[in-house]
């Protein structure tokens, strides 16, 4: 990957004591040190995912190991997102990742878009040279295309399957990994492979297409505040960021710590440019063809780089609890063996507890560690709640919590613990979104000149509230001059007419620039 | 796909009620007829596939869409069987789909195996040529090829994640994608791309590998039993028969309604092959630098296809109770308007009732198709339990029941109903494994001679208990000239010494001889 760690910690780390799925660990040593945000962001982002175990850089180019814990998160994501869209009356179906090359060029957008970051598959075997070597063999008649998306290859099934428009609407959902040959890869935020869910779906109406773009959008905003602690702000892209292929993109955006720009979803309004394209025609109700109305939409593993960039800290990862793979560590403290069984036997019964309300528990009840070296590990992985569990605060009828995402420290009585962790994780979980729609809005800036827009986004970053007139050839200037793009026009936001922040033409409103992931 | 169905009714078929995913139905024309066993065993197969919604061919050579009905037995497969691999103390991770070619050569017998079935990605985009066409472009500094199996990339990782004895054992699932380029395809059982779960684990000494890939297979067993109802054998392959890098490769076989065997999963012994090539070593307790000893393990959506060929028959699917994405339906009955609301209300309740009880109940309140093309589309779908709602059985407080797998109709009363469903669908699971074992237990014959052995498999077919000398070119030419493989050497036989089936020399046991999928 273009962000390639330094060789010192990335190859072998030190032994460490065991923990089953690869996790290693060790005491607080100079290499598992995160770097400050200040000192360097870019790094401090790597150190969290790399020092929390998240993922891990792979061999091949761009392409990322996604650790077990990592993964836990990722399953977390799968499992409440995929509720949501079924509740919302779609199907999970999967489609072959292998795209004909002549798939991709019916859609004359859609290929311009996609062509260049193609992984293209033109051999079915390898064999070996007389020297030794293995050399590709069995060329293709038709080279392959690994999917970077399945608009083409699931609409020419929808040709077969749709007929009259009792098929309709056909709202198909898939998880899936899909391939981009990106220049510049980031560990979860940009990567060659990542991991997906793609809907699709096929409408007779243009109406209920546009509506089913706009309520998957907003099945992602919720999703986004409610599990991710996002205060994702909704609306739509310009023509210049549009996908490749669609009429309207509406996008969900958040806001990094470093005030930049993260899309973090995006939902297609897709006409009739693939009916049209692949040849889905419905009868309708009055017995003529017609093309059908389609959409997609899409969110992926970027999510899990949109909340570690959110939420972390200089400590590590900061989880919100709802996608937390452990939501509370128990430490047991104690120096004498009188002590020990006392206290791992509290630990044992509030374990249960917890876990009798389906909460993810973790004992860390390791001989060899002490409680500190115990705490900073657990930081670093961004579990919400460590509970110590020692001598004295049994005498009282008490642990001692300490949240994560705070620092806050306070006893919790061992009557009622399982409903006081519970509200205490909910609280968390509210904190996190609340913290970050105030870190949003103290740093999204109206402008009324151009000199202000560059001084926020060339200097500390933000959020800009401009005016533009609507030309693209403003937006292209403004992209050159300052690396901002102009990340959507915001759906709450009322009119205000004025002249555009470039060439001060008539404008209907504000949009919001920024510089983005 | 080699076995590409007739054009008829391949590519449009008729127009049909309005079902959301795609799915597609009418009454008892003569295209939704599935062909019946005795006719075309292997149309009858694909029948079973195409008419019960399950699947349909791609585009794409080889490759199948899984469509929703399908994807949703998968989904309860994976989420069981995930269930199963996390109990035992597995973690799920994710590696890249992408093998750097030199990697795949570094275990000499492992490159042997699949180096002719590997897509290759060679290029990293296509562009416009000067006719217009698309040409691939960007050629790759090295060959990749697409995960057949991923013990290569997954092994480079362990690499860098153990170094002391501390860190094992590794215990390491993914559920994925793979690609092998097989010549003859079908859906299903041989697919060019399907999905499965790989694990992967290190271990300290091979007493433990070894236990852990019997652990799995065990696992393996259990869910093939309780899951879906298949009676397989478990047993050690052959050396001819083993993975490809394996010292040892355990495997369960079931038996199809053709009386051919079916490989369901298999659980890899890899000894120190891979952990030697990909140099996996840790410092045992002695301060000693050993090698890790290893195993993998997989099932894929074969066993979708092991379920259909072991269960369906003449009038579609049978799909065990514990995978059916629907476990009842429930159909109204009624001729005039005043029956209708009073049905209609029961039927609601009754639904109510079930879902409470977990149940996936379906209401086929469709107006515009009679009762008996009803039941004739659900019994094609292998739903396990039919409840029909009448005014006469609500008279006599009943509904009326069709078991999917028997044919039995009853009447069930009304009161108790949940439970009396809830024990209906354990005795149809229960009744189906039994009947599985049965079939397979009839059609194995122990064999003393050659002769008897090839009257079996070349005549009805069936498993041949035989004895075998151990000697690959006996194996060799049984395989030749009958078609049939040692599927394994079963794990619950006892010793019974005597002449070899082929050669006549001293065999110590018997193995099972069968043709297989």
Chains 1, 2 share one sequence.
């Not at 890869?185 to 209920?208: D, I």
């Not at 899990?304 to 200089?314: E, L, P, Q, T």
């Not at 609340?434 to 870190?439: P, S």
């Not at 959020?463 to 001059?481: H, M, Q, S, Y």
Request: net charge negative.
């Amino acid at each position: 990957m273009s962000d390639t760690p330094p060789k010192s910690n990335a190859s072998k780390p030190q032994t460490q004591p065991n923990r089953k799925g690869g996790s290693k660990k060790k005491g607080a040593d100079a290499s598992m040190r995160i770097t400050p945000r200040d000192e360097d962001y870019a790094r401090w982002y790597t150190d969290c995912i790399q020092k929390g175990e998240l993922a891990d850089y792979s061999p091949v180019r761009g392409c990322m190991v996604i650790r077990p814990h990592g993964f836990a998160v990722w399953e977390r994501i799968r499992e409440i997102l995929d509720r949501h869209i079924k509740d919302t009356g779609h199907v999970n179906a999967y489609f072959p990742m292998f795209i004909p090359k002549s798939f991709l060029a019916k859609e004359a957008k859609h290929v311009e878009g996609f062509a260049m970051e193609c992984a293209v598959v033109t051999h079915s075997g390898l064999e070996k040279t007389p020297e030794g070597d293995l050399a590709v063999c069995g060329k293709l008649e038709e080279e392959l295309v690994v999917r970077p998306t399945s608009e083409t290859i699931i609409n020419h099934m929808f040709a077969k399957w749709v007929e009259s428009y009792r098929d309709l609407p056909l709202l198909i959902n898939q998880w899936a990994n899909v391939v981009r040959w990106e220049m510049r890869t980031r560990l979860f935020l940009r990567t060659a492979e990542f991991l997906w869910q793609e809907g699709h779906t096929a409408h007779a109406t243009p109406a209920e297409a546009d509506e089913e773009a706009r309520k998957m959008l907003e099945v992602y905003r919720r999703f986004a505040h409610e599990t991710l602690a996002l205060s994702v702000i909704t609306g739509e892209k310009t023509e210049a960021e549009r996908f490749a292929g669609a009429d309207h993109t509406y996008t969900i955006e958040g806001m990094m710590q470093d005030r930049r720009a993260l899309q973090a979803g995006t939902s297609h309004d897709l006409g009739q440019n693939f009916s049209r394209a692949f040849d889905i025609r419905f009868q309708n109700a009055e017995g003529e063809l017609e093309y059908a109305w389609q959409t997609s939409w899409g969110v992926s593993t970027r999510l899990v780089g949109a909340v570690i960039m959110a939420h972390s800290d200089d400590k590590g990862l900061v989880l919100p609890p709802r996608i937390a793979p452990i939501h509370v560590v128990l430490i047991p403290i104690y120096r004498k063996d009188a002590e020990k069984e006392r206290v791992l036997e509290a630990v044992t019964t509030i374990a249960q507890q917890l876990r009798d309300r389906d909460l993810s528990v973790e004992v860390d009840d390791r001989d060899h560690l002490k409680p500190g070296a115990k705490y900073y590990e657990w930081e670093k992985k961004g579990v919400p709640l460590r509970l110590e569990v020692g001598p004295r605060d049994l005498d009282k009828d008490q642990v001692f919590s300490a949240r994560r995402d705070t620092g806050e420290k306070a006893p919790i009585p061992l009557a009622g613990l399982e409903t006081s962790v519970t509200s205490l994780l909910d609280q968390i979980q509210a904190d996190l979104l609340e913290k970050n729609r105030v870190f949003r809005e103290t740093h999204t800036y109206p402008a009324e000149t151009y000199a202000d827009l560059r001084s926020v986004v060339e200097g500390e970053g933000g959020f800009v509230l401009a005016r533009w007139c609507g030309n693209p050839d403003c937006e292209t200037r403004i992209k050159e001059e300052t690396k901002a793009t102009i990340r959507c026009l915001p759906e709450d936001l009322p009119d205000d007419p004025g002249p555009c922040i470039l060439c001060q033409s008539e404008s209907v409103q504000r949009v919001i620039f920024s510089r983005a992931y």
